[in-house]
């Protein structure tokens, strides 16, 4: 075989490259990566345990809080913030305005305005001078929808 005079020798070897050394940055790509897909599986459909000051003594991988004003321990310094438990370290993600979570302890969503707000109970109409059946049903049908679908507590 004829070899040029200004092209290196070709080499059979897929490990036989001039420098084999992988920089820093390179090696640690993958965690920046997972890091990042640990996010979006936390964030793209947020539910969150409940709303807490402190870690749960027990928090297994996947679960997600809602973190109070008033956060102390591991948390301090993150109030209001979303903790993401993840290979047993915890992530925050800070809230932008008009971010909703799914709040599982009290069956209803929370929007972020300035702090974690939901909506308050409805008292269902009872009582008065004229009672009119058909639009307490209505009202009751309302307020069971929104109910159903988290918008508003439990009674």
């Known amino acids: 075989m004829r070899r040029r005079c200004c092209s290196p020798p070709v080499s059979r070897s897929p490990c036989a490259a001039p420098s084999t050394a992988t920089l820093a940055a390179q090696a640690q790509k993958e965690v920046f990566h997972n890091e990042a897909l640990a996010r979006i599986d936390a964030l793209m459909h947020a539910a969150v345990e409940g709303e807490i000051s402190e870690p749960p003594t027990i928090a297994p991988d ?37 971010m909703r979570v799914y709040d599982r302890a009290s069956g209803q969503f929370a929007v972020f305005s300035s702090g974690w707000q939901k909506a308050d109970a409805i008292v269902e109409p009872s009582g008065g001078l004229m009672v009119d059946s058909e639009a307490r049903a209505a009202i009751g049908a309302l307020l069971l929808a929104l109910r159903a679908s988290g918008l508003l507590p439990s009674a």
Do not use: N
């Not at 997600?64 to 979303?82: M, N």
């Open 62 to 98: 996947g679960q997600s809080w809602l973190v109070t004003a008033d956060a102390i321990g591991e948390w301090t310094g993150h109030d209001h913030a979303i903790a993401m438990r993840q290979a047993g370290q915890w992530l925050f993600a800070t809230p932008a305005t008009g």
